[in-house]
């Protein structure tokens, strides 16, 4: 059995080298792998960023967001959540049985009367301290605990009410969550590591005795270096979605739709309520086509290709003109809107 824990401030995407585990150790071996990380929002390898995050209040807090290879729902890291990861054959796995094991840890060692619920993720008194998710080829069992998370961060990142953006991907099933500090004044990510390795090692007794590696390995920053981090996998891997939203300017009332695959533009509708602005609203549509969706810099490059077309020399629409300046208003307008709303 490998245990390997990290006690530092890393990056999530070390979980990523897991692979590396994979690769060079036989598959009847079982890894405890024990880690945690700086704040950051994680979404399912099928799940929507938008849907699932605030993308906007990341970006502007220079939070990181992140895409697992696995599946599984949205949650957010921060040094006072611990993540806990167990690599075994898939023959022996089950999500519960799993689950149960990290639970007799927090019950036998640290006295946190923790149990599973229906969905297979761990709770005290109806509410969750832990999430568990993903399988692959060997199982693949991740989850996170909630020490002393800040609950405030998880809101107001990971609340979004976005009814009208329809996706093909999978959608996260929120549920109200706690801190194991309510439950004890003692436990720490260091007590909790302990109380799991040490439970784990007393069940898998057998593992260890006769595994090829007997000791804890310590993961460093080299472990996790040269990792990409691309719009290409993060937002480029979303399933296809539609977003429908309308406002109403004082200009004319406008409803959008906005079709999307693998995180690009692929068709968009603008609809004023005044046909005064159909070319103009032509031109936008056009320009928009292609870019990458909710990406500020792609959106105003949509813009000023419209501001420096020839629609900025004035439109006529039933012997109705626009002048520059209207045009210009009304592309700002819109620019604005479709960033706060994407």
Known sequence: MFYIKINGSLDEYCI??????????????????????????????NQNPWKECNVRLLQKHDIPLIRRKSGGGT????????????????????RKHTAELVVRALTTRLDIPAYVTERHDIAVNGLKISLIYLIMRRAYHHGTMLIDTDLDRIKRYLNVERQNLITKGVESFPSPVTNLCNYSSTVSHESFCEAVKDYFTEYYRDYVNHGSNKSATTVDEEFISNIPKTWEWVYGQTPDFTHKFEKEFEWSHVKALFESKNGIITA????????????????LEDSFEGRKYGDEKDIDNALNDVRVSEQL??????????????????????????????
């Open 16 to 45: 990523r080298r897991v692979k590396r585990l994979f690769k060079d150790t036989n598959p009847q071996e079982i890894i405890l792998f024990l880690w945690r990380n700086n704040s950051c929002a994680v979404i399912g390898r």
């Open 313 to 342: 020399s004035g439109s006529n629409i039933g012997g109705t003109s626009i002048s520059t300046s209207e045009m210009q208003r009304v592309v700002n307008d819109i620019g604005k809107w479709i960033k706060e709303s994407s």
């Open 268 to 283: 968009i509708t603008l609809t004023p309520s005044n046909i005064k602005y159909h070319n103009l609203i032509n031109a």
């Open 75 to 94: 949650v957010f890291h921060d040094i006072g959540n611990t993540n806990y990861t167990l690599i075994m054959p898939r023959i022996d796995f089950t």
